[in-house]
């Protein structure tokens, strides 16, 4: 469903923010926010779990940021059949 938030845990235990922007063709596109003020805007495929990052931000400025790996392996844990 399109604006709804979850969350999932950072390695380290931190909570980042996930928002559903939109549905698109091949799956999903979400915002994922981490407290630290990174963001990243991604796109994951359903059912296939594989997950593109668009855009990252830090603080709201375009930064190229790494993809942590936390955050590839929960989104594709979100968009696995149950």
Do not use: C, F
Not at 12 to 32: F, M, P, T, Y
């Amino acid at each position: 469903m399109v604006g709804r938030k979850t969350s999932i845990t950072t390695y380290d235990g931190a909570q980042a923010d996930v928002q559903h922007l939109e549905n698109i063709d091949s799956g999903r596109r979400l915002k994922v926010s981490h407290p630290d003020g990174r963001a990243w805007i991604v796109t994951v495929a359903v059912p296939e779990g594989d997950v593109d990052v668009e855009v990252s931000r830090r603080d709201g400025e375009p930064a190229d940021l790494e993809t942590p790996a936390w955050l590839t392996d929960q989104l594709s844990r979100l968009a696995a059949p149950a």
